[in-house]
């Protein structure tokens, strides 16, 4: 029987389903998590990392070995995360909702919990604590994992998504300096840190001053190869009773630069609008649809720029480099040298460009080719 279902997945992880090579990187990781090895993962949004994580936490999750997963994404503050981090410890802790009320009562020492309990324990279990008392014996919760592993006899991986949020909390050196001290005494315990705003984890993770430097195995997740997206493309369309050859496959992950996101999102176009085999209509369709359902996104950003940010892309958009040079500065209007290098600055941290090796490159190729289109009418 043909599966009618799109066999292409964006906007959610995809650990299971439509998940596709990285075969070495899930080695990797599934390796250093196993034996005690703290990994941190960087790579720019919508490159797969979440999905890498869960395909290895899915595959190691056993009853001596407990995996938790935190998302950073909407954690405000400090008090948000320390109690985030809590809960999730403790519900992992045990399948039975009555041991977590006897186990947030019995390994605190400093702090009073306070546990509210719904119709349905595994959604509407909470904790709570007095801010004041948290602020200052934290300490008790980033060790809580440590402390619950050797009395159980079990081993916590604990993998944090966005980590880099953590870095926008006020006082954040503090806790940083905390999280550092505690984790790295702990013997029952595995982090696996990862985010998708490269400059802030760079700053975190590969900066000699900082806290977190040399906690554990770097890993830098590159791109999916070009021919890995071909196979996957064609053997999807197949499964599914549809047809689409090799060059078009590769036009595809061509087109899209070999971001996962995009490739998934363009394919799925694609088989969307194909019956039994696809056509050169079909892909052009994919295409303009592609830009059409990302173009709000775009404007937002591009209404958040200044007029010689916006010059900047233009520049680097047609290929030049010597952006601080008197004739570069003046035929696209980009000020000064001062402001050349601080709006590079601006728009690295708003992960939209990379520069590396004195080469500029866009983070979304869907949104270089859109503002060509639009801006440079390219």
């Known amino acids: 029987?043909?599966?009618?279902?799109?066999?292409?997945?964006?906007?959610?992880?995809?650990?299971?389903?439509?998940?596709?090579?990285?075969?070495?990187e899930v080695e990797k990781v599934t390796n250093n998590l196993l034996n005690n090895i703290n990994t941190m993962i960087i790579s720019p949004r919508r490159w797969g990392k979440s999905s890498l994580v869960e395909k290895v936490?899915?595959?190691?999750?056993?009853?001596?070995?407990?995996?938790?997963?935190i998302d950073l994404f909407s954690i405000s503050n400090e008090e948000e995360f320390l109690e985030k981090f809590a809960k999730e410890v403790i519900k992992k802790s045990s399948p039975k909702w009555e041991d977590w009320i006897n186990t947030a009562k019995q390994y605190f020492k400093q702090l009073i919990p306070k546990?509210?309990?719904?119709?349905?324990?595994?959604?509407?279990?909470s904790i709570s604590f007095d801010w004041d008392e948290l602020r200052k014996n934290s300490t008790e919760i980033l060790d809580l994992p440590e402390i619950i592993g050797q009395k159980k006899?079990?081993?916590?991986?604990?993998?944090?998504?966005?980590?880099?949020?953590?870095?926008?909390?006020?006082?954040?050196?503090?806790?940083?300096?905390?999280?550092?001290s505690v984790w790295q005494r702990q013997k029952n315990v595995t982090y696996c840190l990862y985010g998708s705003n490269r400059h802030m984890m760079n700053q975190l993770f590969n900066?000699?001053?900082?806290?977190?430097?040399?906690?554990?195995?770097?890993?830098?997740?590159?791109?999916?190869?070009?021919?890995?997206?071909?196979?996957?493309?064609?053997?999807s369309f197949?499964?599914?009773?549809?047809?689409?050859?090799?060059?078009?496959?590769?036009?595809?992950?061509?087109?899209?630069?070999?971001?996962?996101?995009?490739v998934q999102q363009l394919s799925h176009y694609v088989w969307v609008r194909t019956t039994e085999k696809v056509t050169e209509e079909n892909l052009s369709n994919a295409l303009e649809e592609i830009f059409r359902s990302n173009s709000p996104y775009y404007l937002n950003v591009m209404e958040n720029l200044s007029a010689t940010q916006i010059n900047f892309l233009k520049a680097i958009s047609l290929n030049e480099t010597m952006l601080t040079s008197t004739k570069i500065m003046q035929k696209y209007d980009l000020g000064t040298s001062n402001n050349v290098l601080k709006n590079r600055e601006v728009l690295i941290k708003k992960d939209i460009i990379e520069y590396s090796e004195s080469k500029y490159e866009w983070m979304d190729?869907?949104?270089?080719?859109?503002?060509?289109?639009?801006?440079l009418q390219l």
């Open 115 to 125: 546990i509210s309990v719904g119709i349905d324990p595994t959604s509407d279990f």
């Open 153 to 180: 006899g079990i081993k916590f991986i604990i993998c944090i998504d966005e980590f880099q949020n953590l870095a926008t909390f006020n006082e954040f050196e503090q806790l940083e300096k905390k999280m550092r």
């Open 238 to 262: 197949s499964v599914t009773g549809k047809f689409i050859e090799k060059e078009q496959a590769k036009w595809i992950a061509k087109t899209m630069k070999n971001h996962s996101w995009y």
């Open 365 to 375: 190729p869907v949104f270089e080719s859109w503002f060509q289109m639009n801006y």
């Open 57 to 69: 936490i899915n595959g190691i999750d056993t009853e001596k070995t407990k995996t938790i997963l």
């Open 1 to 24: 029987m043909k599966e009618t279902k799109t066999p292409f997945v964006y906007g959610k992880t995809v650990s299971l389903f439509g998940f596709t090579n990285r075969e070495k």
């Open 207 to 235: 900066n000699s001053s900082k806290p977190f430097y040399r906690f554990g195995d770097l890993l830098f997740l590159p791109k999916i190869r070009e021919e890995k997206w071909i196979e996957f493309i064609v053997d």
